[in-house]
């Protein structure tokens, strides 16, 4: 494995992560609330919890990548 390969395979992975948390956003985002539901804030309060992590580690994987070029 070339050097130029070995920086590309990190690279890639973190685009790949970085792709799949935006459209794990995405989806909470489009989430319809169902009220009807008992247990629906505890749903929310989890979504919104994840959504939070979800962004959080975009934003480090962005710092990462900054770091790295």
Same mark, same amino acid.
């Given at each position: 494995?070339?050097?130029?390969?070995?920086?590309?395979?990190? #690279?890639?992975? !973190?685009?790949?992560?970085?792709?799949?948390?935006?459209? =794990?956003?995405? @989806? &909470?985002?489009?989430? %319809?609330?169902?009220?009807?539901?008992?247990?629906?804030?505890?749903? #929310?309060?989890? !979504?919104?919890?994840?959504?939070?992590?979800?962004?959080? =580690?975009?934003? @480090? &994987?962005?710092?990462? %990548?900054?770091?790295?070029?």
């Amino acid at each position: 494995m070339t050097m130029e390969e070995r920086k590309l395979a990190p #690279a890639t992975a !973190a685009k790949e992560m970085f792709d799949d948390l935006q459209r =794990l956003i995405e @989806a &909470i985002d489009r989430r %319809v609330p169902q009220l009807q539901r008992p247990s629906e804030a505890r749903i #929310a309060q989890e !979504a919104a919890d994840l959504r939070q992590r979800a962004v959080a =580690l975009m934003r @480090a &994987i962005e710092a990462a %990548v900054e770091h790295d070029s």
